[in-house]
């Protein structure tokens, strides 16, 4: 199976459950804390690996408690560690993470070690590339680490998939470099310069003009719209109760990959995808909900 290289961030969330998300000045009582494993990136590279993919993952930690823990976690998940790196430069990421009755979240991110990832890090991971291998990368490093690794990427054909989170104006040059980009519907709008509210077909068309070859919004309980090489169409999600949206994109995006590494179309990669987040959002937490190949393969 052709490989999937992550390349991206890794934080610990702290997570505290509360009815309603404080207003500004306000200070309420919460509910459950957690502590769990987070960031876009691992996420993503947890996602790849419980769905059966042959995962690559970068990351840069700290050389602290929590960067250490998150070593041996990776390590116990079956992660191939060679190219996670501890820097004695920055502290481990953390995120801040409020979630409410309507499964809702508030993050806030101090990056640390995770805005050290540059450059020559990419360099060192570019000899595991091969032509057909996929690249997933989402906007919790450095830009210019992202746009050099993209450009990267391309010469040597392997396709790369940005999941552009958070949001943040893009470089016009890296989009051509994109075999696919998956924002939500608000990310689709700011990178494509239209109006909050824009539909979601005109807003992804605009994305593919840009030069992005295939585009998916992701569009929460409505599923998502795919565009693939300028052809747009619908991917339904499954009815599910949410108590948690964190890192229901990450799975989407890690099981996409996961299914079009396997050779499946982008209709049935995103059909698994979708499976995957809607799982996902039934349990609390970042890494403890993502689900594990078994649990998609039944009622799909
Ligand atoms: O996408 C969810 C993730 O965003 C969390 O795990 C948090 O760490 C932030 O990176």
């Known amino acids: 199976m052709k490989k999937i290289i992550v390349i991206g961030s890794s934080n610990v969330d702290m997570v505290m459950k509360t009815s309603h998300l404080p207003a500004p000045g306000e200070t309420i009582l919460g509910g459950e804390f957690l502590m769990n494993q987070g960031g876009k990136g691992a996420n993503q590279a947890v ?20 960067g250490r823990q998150s070593l ?30 309507q499964a809702e979240n508030s993050i806030i991110v101090a990056s640390g070690a995770n805005m050290l990832l540059n450059e020559q890090d990419v360099d060192r991971i570019t000899e595991e590339m091969e032509e057909g291998d996929i690249l997933l990368m989402q906007l919790e490093i450095p830009l210019q680490t992202v746009v050099y690794a993209a450009k990267k990427a391309f010469e040597k054909g392997v396709k790369m998939v940005l999941n552009p989170a958070p949001a943040c104006n893009l470089p016009q040059e890296l989009f051509p470099y994109l075999y696919m980009i998956t924002p939500n519907a608000i990310e689709a709008e700011m990178l ?45 999600a499954f009815k599910v109760k949410p108590i948690d949206t964190t890192a229901a994109g990450d799975t989407f995006n890690g099981a996409l990959c996961v299914g079009l590494a396997e050779g499946m179309d982008l209709k049935q990669a995103a059909v698994i995808a ?27």
Do not use: W
């Open 192 to 236: 494509a310069g239209m109006k909050l509210g824009t539909d979601a077909e005109e807003v992804g068309k605009k994305l593919y003009e840009m030069g992005v070859k295939n585009v998916i919004i992701t569009l929460g309980a409505k599923g998502c719209l795919i565009i693939e090489e300028g052809i747009s169409y619908h991917v339904d």
């Open 274 to 300: 979708s499976k995957a987040s809607s799982i996902a959002v039934t349990r609390m937490g970042a890494q403890p909900s993502i689900p594990y190949r078994k649990e998609i393969n039944t009622n799909i």
């Open 47 to 66: 996602a790849v690996r419980r769905m059966g993919g042959n995962l690559i993952f970068m990351a840069k930690l700290g050389n602290d408690i929590l």
């Open 72 to 101: 041996e976690y990776f390590e116990n998940e079956g992660i191939d560690t060679r190219y996670l790196t501890l820097t004695e430069n920055a502290a481990s990421g953390v995120a801040l993470i409020s979630v409410d009755s």
